[in-house]
């Protein structure tokens, strides 16, 4: 299934390099109902979706225009959207939302990220883009750095991973470890894994080094925020100590974790990541759709 949606995506890249967009959605709807903030998740839905001609009704900007701040419930709201789109594209700050969301729709529910939960497109993206600059995922040593707690994108991406052959190591301040729930699972399927507060430990040996920012919004004490804000930052510098064919990512936005200095490396592979997102949200919409 991974390696049939990449193969997609690699189709979707040709086609959108080749001639911009095609037909293949003509006359299909999507609903992206963005009750969080959202600029690469929403626009690369909103791109996939024209880019194969079809259309989309966009709750991104202002769920506080819409019904919503009447206090209307997720599942009326999801319920409504069904009666105009094929399928819908939902973020949500509650962990579980997209299920609730799922079971209240008879249209696919795509979830765009449910809170400190999941991220799955995201994963998609991220796993597709080390396949693609690294060649392989299998007996890769990929470090993630940052905010493990309530960062969703390392969530489902250590869900794609435990998959493959791979080595995990988890670079984060002690109050942002990563959940004993994800963890688990990577133990108990074998995964050579270890936790760590240092980068110093795995930029050497590390063929990903994936960054992720401090979720300022889920934290309810902003002492807290405050003691680990500026945990991490990746220099050039510290580049300097890394393998050459190694990559950098981050799901973005980054606030300070990536020196802008490291943007010209070509080890930086965070806006090439960027662009996989269109691609892979093609081939999940057309897959999706039927088409
Ligand atoms: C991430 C998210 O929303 O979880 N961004 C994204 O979708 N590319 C990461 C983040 O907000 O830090």
Same mark, same amino acid.
């Given at each position: 299934m991974l390696e049939h949606i990449f193969s997609r995506a690699r189709d979707m890249r040709k086609m959108v390099e080749q001639? !911009?967009?095609?037909?293949?959605? #003509? !006359?299909r709807i999507v609903a992206c109902l963005f009750y969080e903030p959202s600029t690469r998740t929403s626009s690369s839905f909103i791109a996939a979706m024209e880019r194969l001609g079809g259309q989309v009704i966009p709750i991104t900007q202002g769920v506080q225009f819409s019904s919503v701040t009447k206090g209307e419930s997720l599942e009326d709201t999801i319920r409504t959207l069904e009666q105009y789109a094929d399928v819908i594209v939902l973020r949500h700050p509650d962990i579980g939302s997209a299920t609730r969301a799922a079971h209240a729709a008879d249209i696919p529910i795509i979830n765009a990220g449910d809170g400190a939960g999941e991220h799955p497109t995201q994963a998609l993206l991220d796993l597709f883009t080390i396949q693609d600059e690294l060649?392989?995922?299998?007996n890769l040593k990929i470090a993630m750095v940052g905010d493990?707690?309530? !960062?969703r994108t390392v969530h489902s991406l250590t869900k794609l991973l435990t998959l493959f052959d791979v080595s995990l190591r988890y670079v984060s301040p002690d109050i942002l470890r990563i959940p004993m729930n994800i963890l688990n699972p990577v133990i108990d399927a074998g995964i050579d894994v270890r936790e760590t507060n240092d980068v110093s430990e795995v930029i050497e040996q590390c063929d990903v080094l994936y960054v992720t920012r401090v979720? #300022? *919004?889920?934290?309810?004490d902003m002492t807290e925020y405050d003691g680990v804000k500026s945990y991490y930052e990746i220099t050039p510098e510290l580049m300097?100590?890394?393998?050459? #064919?190694m990559i950098v990512m981050h &799901?973005? &936005?980054?606030? !300070? *974790?990536?020196? *802008?200095?490291?943007?010209?490396? &070509?080890?930086?592979a965070y806006f090439r990541q960027v662009k996989n997102g269109m691609f892979i949200r093609m081939a999940l919409l057309a897959e999706v759709l039927g088409r």
């Open positions: 001639d !911009g967009g095609n037909d293949l959605l #003509k !006359g060649g392989t995922v299998d493990l707690r309530f !960062g979720q #300022k *919004e889920r934290f309810t300097q100590r890394a393998k050459d #064919k &799901p973005l &936005p980054r606030v !300070g *974790e990536i020196s *802008e200095a490291v943007d010209d490396d &070509p080890r930086a």
